[in-house]
């Protein structure tokens, strides 16, 4: 089994920053894409951003190009997410998942393992 824990959540203005982490342990498998997603009370869950294994490729929602990079340090078994630019809309629960191949995904039930979810709130 594989956990991933999400760090690095909180509460910021609308314009400021923050950079989440999600760190991966147990039985971890080393070729496996990453992504963001994210959900609000009583949304869907959405897809934010995605990389592939190797780090070569990377896609991203068009509500966040531009603002936010997902990237990955493969050994330290950990993946991030820099949020730039913040704004009220983007207040969600944040969570990080994980597949067990190496090819990016935007769906979300193309996902194996998912962490618990870091909550970012941007206040007005």
């Known amino acids: 089994q594989v956990q991933l824990v999400e760090s690095g959540g909180g509460l910021v203005q609308a314009g400021g920053s923050l950079r989440l982490s999600c760190a991966a342990s147990?039985?971890?498998?080393?070729?496996?894409?990453m992504g963001w997603f994210r959900q609000a009370p009583g949304k869907e869950r959405e897809f934010v951003a995605t990389i592939t294994w190797s780090g070569g490729s990377t896609y991203y929602a068009e509500s966040v190009k531009g603002r936010f990079t997902i990237s990955r340090d493969n050994a330290k078994n950990t993946v991030y997410l820099q949020m730039n630019s913040l704004k009220p809309e983007d207040t969600a629960v944040y969570y990080c998942?994980?597949?067990?191949?190496?090819?990016?995904?935007?769906?979300?039930?193309?996902?194996?393992?998912w962490g618990q979810g870091s909550q970012v709130t941007v206040s007005s």
């Open positions: 147990g039985r971890t498998f080393s070729r496996f894409a």
């Open positions: 998942a994980a597949r067990r191949v190496a090819l990016a995904s935007v769906n979300r039930y193309e996902y194996d393992y």
